[in-house]
């Protein structure tokens, strides 16, 4: 069951996302934030990265969804059936990150294209959707994401080195922020936002007292497998699951903290390759 109102997928097509309000519910998204800040091994697993400004940003990455907690947010048909109404085309899950902006030193991310990252491994098209789900509140204080509305429409865009991270050429992005609004996009928890993968975004360093932690499931078409291998994964038929397994894992102590995580600074090569 996708959870489109009427008239957001021509707001999606039009502006390059949108948000629905209250996707999950204040327990789920508890059971999602204890579950997370509890987790010794995401934390053990975490990269680090550099800013470019002296901050350090720090995320956890895995590549299939899993049985856990995490896999049922990215595995439940109110997610996936959406973005497959956002797409037109059966998806399968790309990768899911956990993004870890703690108070007072949570690095910014640099404007970027998701699809200047993923181009380098092998996918031809941007057919691709990612969908942030608010673990913490995200507020302009704590660095919450800003995106250019409508800015997907421009292509992808090239993308160099910023710090350890991959930025998106700033002339351009300076001249199109001059043409396009630019948004912040506060949320609650539970709270999601679905993005395209050539839309520009990018957020500031949380200097607040406050976490913002955030879950990004990331998916790609069926008909946009990729044509070579890289660290993450071609096409994989994706076992969806009702709603309800999201409370019910998440209440399952032994269950819930379930994933695979990639070594990130290992494997990922996509951002590497770019010139500086």
């Known amino acids: 069951m996708n959870m489109l109102r009427p008239n957001q997928k021509a707001d999606f097509d039009r502006d390059g996302y949108i948000i629905i309000r209250q996707l999950f519910s204040t327990e789920e998204t508890r059971l999602l934030g204890e579950t997370a800040h509890h987790d010794n091994a995401m934390d053990q697993a975490s990269s680090t990265m550099d800013d470019g400004k002296g901050n350090d940003v720090r995320l956890a990455l895995w590549n299939h969804p899993g049985d856990g907690v995490y896999g049922m947010f990215a595995r439940c048909h109110r997610v996936v059936d959406t973005v497959e109404a956002l797409l037109a085309d059966e998806v399968y899950h790309y990768h899911?990150?956990?993004?870890?902006?703690?108070?007072?030193?949570?690095?910014?991310?640099?404007?970027?294209?998701d699809y200047g990252y993923w181009y380098q491994n092998g996918v031809l098209f941007p057919d691709?959707?990612?969908v942030m789900i608010a673990v913490d509140q995200a507020t302009l204080e704590n660095g919450c994401l800003q995106v250019l509305k409508g800015s997907h429409k421009m292509g992808r865009i090239n993308h160099v080195l910023s710090g350890e991270q991959a930025g998106a050429d700033l002339e351009r992005v300076e001249e199109?922020?001059?043409?396009?609004?630019?948004?912040?996009?506060?949320?609650?928890?539970?709270?999601?936002?679905?993005?395209?993968?050539?839309?520009?975004?990018?957020?500031?360093?949380?200097?607040?007292?406050?976490s913002r932690w955030a879950l990004i499931c990331c998916y790609n078409t069926a008909s946009n497998n990729p044509y070579k291998d890289s660290h993450h994964p071609r096409y994989t038929k994706l076992q969806k699951v009702d709603d309800s397994k999201v409370r019910e894992v998440g209440e399952?102590?032994?269950?819930?903290?379930?994933?695979?995580?990639?070594?990130?600074?290992?494997?990922?090569?996509?951002?590497?390759?770019?010139?500086?």
């Open 96 to 113: 899911s990150k956990m993004i870890l902006k703690d108070a007072r030193v949570g690095g910014a991310w640099a404007w970027h294209q």
């Open 176 to 210: 199109v922020k001059k043409r396009l609004e630019l948004v912040h996009v506060t949320m609650a928890p539970g709270d999601a936002l679905f993005f395209h993968a050539n839309l520009l975004h990018s957020s500031a360093a949380n200097h607040s007292e406050r």
């Open 128 to 130: 691709l959707c990612s």
């Open 252 to 276: 399952d102590d032994a269950q819930r903290a379930k994933v695979d995580f990639v070594n990130l600074m290992a494997e990922d090569a996509s951002a590497k390759g770019l010139p500086e």
